[in-house]
Nanobody, 122 residues
Framework: DVQLQASGGGLVQAGGSLRLSCTAS????????FGWFRRAPGKEREGVPA??????????RYQDSVKGRFTISSDKAKNTIYLQMNSLKPEDSAEYYC?????????????WGKGTQVTVSS
């Protein structure tokens, strides 16, 4: 069975950095697109990922809100997707979810992991 496990969240001051990990099991990374979704306090989970990556062709997309600060990457040897978050802002505070799609685009998400909490203090 496919399982996604997000980890690496925590409390950080504004301007700081965190690296999140999404470790996948039961799938080949090359066959999937992975995305990081956010659910801010008091809000619904975003319908569009903050960033996503198609592992095989390394196509990457970022929302404008995180572009230049966040970097998504893949490590097939570790079956892991990373999210390096720099220059964090209080508005980045959210529960971060890893999701996987069988398709090539950032749509039709088939698998979801449990979230990891990121809190950015001012």
């Amino acid at each position: 069975d496919v399982q996604l496990q997000a980890s690496g969240g925590g409390l950080v001051q504004a301007g700081g950095s965190l690296r999140l990990s999404c470790t996948a099991s039961g799938l080949r990374l090359d066959d999937y697109t992975f995305g990081w979704f956010r659910r801010a306090p008091g809000k619904e989970r975003e319908g569009v990922p903050a960033t996503c990556i198609s592992v095989e062709d390394q196509n990457i997309r970022y929302q404008d809100s995180v572009k230049g600060r966040f970097t998504i990457s893949s490590d097939k040897a570790k079956n892991t997707i990373y999210l390096q978050m720099n220059s964090l802002k209080p508005e980045d505070s959210a529960e971060y979810y890893c999701a996987a799609s069988r398709g090539y685009g950032c749509y039709n998400w088939d698998y979801w992991g449990k979230g990891t909490q990121v809190t950015v203090s001012s």
